[in-house]
């Protein structure tokens, strides 16, 4: 019996085996794959010590926190959205919506950056906006439709010239066609079982019935997982609609993801999400759902064809809820340690505007979970944004480090209990 396959499944089989052969000539990753030099000599390093600096010390001045808690300015760092810790703790890899990722060194170890300079800028970048790491020293960097490897990325990243690999070629995370300047930030994890999980936000504020099927298929509006060789591609989530992070319980192994949901509904709905999956399939509502229960407009009143698994924890409408990471350290006080901190950008279609803060969010023993403000305060008075955080990570010592894309830096913080 002959099987022909078609649209996504049809692109996948033809696409991927060609295009692993790709050797992506024109930004030099053929030659840093082996091993040779491109002529690059010239680093674009960020000065960290200058009148900008000293603006970004003056608001953070205004930030609120627990008792016990400071905040202060890490790294001045361009565009700053996730971050990669190494895992030998030599650098910080900052991912960007532009087309550089940022090498961010604490030379000393005082807690503050000294240098901060372009990693790899003999390479081509393209919404490099997420970066990860494997425990044993892998950099992965998820593009808008590429995934780059770096093997032992903290040691090369000395040298403008860096070992480098295609994990995903160029073209073939999703097909060309579906490139977008929308909701196209991807971020990335390597899972307990040692995959690299990918997500895929869809373009639009509510997908259109005749995409449904292709993105179904290959991921898009999901979660993608693949083996760090890059075979076994499958889809782990489905029903999202533009999820910019996630992160492992590390406790379960179960994973958690936050969800940015439908524009236009008004100032109030739907809910943003955080989410919690225990198993490879489930679905999580969009489109027929726009954040929590909320339907949308498009597929009011239709039945919903998926058993839909809803939010752990709905947030504030329109807050943009990104980057989340769980506290692993021992820095932070007992009741902090399994929760999970997150970033919320804030929002740019409410009347008032909102979010722009870190939250925390603690699980109970029974897997539900509440979520609360824990730093705010990068929205004045006159509702103005002086920063917009977008990820946060976990430095060795249990500090946390949180980026900010507006005013293109990294915050610190830490407890000492004063």
Same mark, same amino acid.
């Given at each position: 019996?002959?099987?022909?396959?078609?649209?996504?499944?049809?692109?996948?089989?033809?696409?991927?085996?060609?295009?692993?052969?790709?050797?992506?000539?024109?930004?030099?990753?053929?030659?840093?794959?082996?091993?040779?030099?491109?002529?690059?000599?010239?680093?674009?390093?960020?000065?960290?010590?200058?009148?900008?600096?000293?603006?970004?010390?003056?608001?953070?001045?205004?930030?609120?926190?627990?008792?016990?808690?400071?905040?202060?300015?890490?790294?001045?760092?361009?565009?700053?959205?996730?971050?990669?810790?190494?895992?030998?703790?030599?650098?910080?890899?900052?991912?960007?919506?532009?087309?550089?990722?940022?090498?961010?060194?604490?030379?000393?170890?005082?807690?503050?950056?000294?240098?901060?300079?372009?990693?790899?800028?003999?390479?081509?970048?393209?919404?490099?906006?997420?970066?990860?790491?494997?425990?044993?020293?892998?950099?992965?960097?998820?593009?808008?439709?590429?995934?780059?490897?770096?093997?032992?990325?903290?040691?090369?990243?000395?040298?403008?010239?860096?070992?480098?690999?295609?994990?995903?070629?160029?073209?073939?995370?999703?097909?060309?066609?579906?490139?977008?300047?929308?909701?196209?930030?991807?971020?990335? +994890?390597?899972?307990?079982?040692?995959? %690299?999980?990918? &997500?895929? =936000?869809?373009? !639009?504020?509510? $997908?259109?019935? @005749?995409?449904?099927?292709?993105?179904?298929?290959?991921?898009?509006?999901?979660?993608?997982?693949?083996?760090?060789?890059?075979?076994? +591609?499958?889809?782990?989530?489905?029903? %999202?609609?533009? &999820?910019? =992070?996630?992160? !492992?319980?590390? $406790?379960?192994? @179960?994973?958690?993801?936050?969800?940015?949901?439908?524009?236009?509904?008004?100032?109030?709905?739907?809910?943003?999400?955080?989410?919690?999956?225990?198993?490879?399939?489930?679905?999580?509502?969009?489109?027929?759902?726009?954040?929590?229960?909320?339907?949308?407009?498009?597929?009011?009143?239709?039945?919903?064809?998926?058993?839909?698994?809803?939010?752990?924890?709905?947030?504030?409408?329109?807050?943009?809820?990104?980057?989340?990471?769980?506290?692993?350290?021992?820095?932070?006080?007992?009741?902090?340690?399994?929760?999970?901190?997150?970033?919320?950008?804030?929002?740019?279609?409410?009347?008032?505007?909102?979010?722009?803060?870190?939250?925390?969010?603690?699980?109970?023993?029974?897997?539900?979970?509440?979520?609360?403000?824990?730093?705010?305060?990068?929205?004045?008075?006159?509702?103005?944004?002086?920063?917009?955080?977008?990820?946060?990570?976990?430095?060795?010592?249990?500090?946390?480090?949180?980026?900010?894309?507006?005013?293109?830096?990294?915050?610190?913080?830490?407890?000492?209990?004063?």
């Amino acid at each position: 019996m002959k099987t022909t396959l078609t649209g996504a499944a049809a692109w996948l089989a033809l696409a991927l085996p060609i295009l692993a052969q790709s050797t992506d000539v024109p930004d030099n990753l053929e030659k840093l794959g082996n091993f040779r030099t491109t002529g690059t000599k010239d680093f674009t390093y960020v000065e960290q010590d200058d009148p900008y600096a000293d603006g970004i010390r003056r608001t953070l001045e205004r930030i609120t926190l627990p008792d016990g808690f400071r905040i202060g300015l890490y790294a001045v760092v361009p565009d700053a959205r996730h971050m990669a810790v190494g895992p030998q703790g030599i650098a910080t890899f900052v991912g960007t919506r532009k087309d550089k990722v940022w090498a961010v060194t604490d030379r000393n170890k005082d807690r503050v950056a000294d240098e901060v300079k372009d990693f790899a800028p003999s390479l081509t970048f393209a919404i490099p906006n997420g970066p990860c790491f494997s425990k044993d020293g892998f950099l992965y960097v998820a593009e808008q439709n590429r995934v780059l490897l770096f093997p032992a990325a903290e040691f090369f990243y000395e040298s403008p010239d860096v070992a480098a690999f295609s994990l995903v070629p160029q073209g073939a995370l999703i097909p060309p066609g579906e490139e977008s300047y929308n909701h196209s930030a991807r971020v990335c +994890r390597i899972g307990p079982d040692g995959r %690299i999980y990918i &997500s895929l =936000g869809q373009p !639009f504020n509510v $997908a259109p019935r @005749d995409k449904l099927e292709l993105y179904r298929e290959l991921g898009i509006g999901g979660i993608i997982r693949m083996n760090t060789d890059g075979t076994g +591609r499958e889809v782990y989530t489905h029903g %999202i609609r533009n &999820s910019v =992070g996630h992160d !492992f319980d590390p $406790a379960t192994g @179960d994973l958690w993801f936050t969800d940015n949901q439908v524009d236009g509904m008004g100032d109030d709905i739907p809910p943003g999400e955080i989410n919690h999956q225990t198993r490879m399939g489930q679905h999580f509502g969009f489109p027929w759902y726009g954040g929590g229960d909320v339907r949308t407009d498009a597929y009011a009143g239709e039945e919903v064809p998926h058993e839909v698994v809803m939010p752990a924890v709905e947030t504030v409408a329109h807050a943009a809820d990104l980057g989340m990471t769980f506290y692993t350290g021992d820095m932070f006080p007992e009741e902090y340690r399994g929760a999970i901190f997150s970033a919320q950008h804030g929002s740019w279609n409410r009347t008032e505007p909102i979010g722009a803060r870190v939250m925390v969010t603690r699980i109970a023993g029974d897997g539900s979970a509440r979520t609360e403000p824990f730093a705010e305060g990068w929205i004045d008075a006159n509702g103005e944004y002086l920063g917009r955080p977008v990820d946060v990570a976990q430095l060795h010592d249990g500090s946390l480090l949180v980026s900010d894309d507006l005013a293109g830096a990294l915050y610190r913080i830490w407890y000492d209990g004063m």
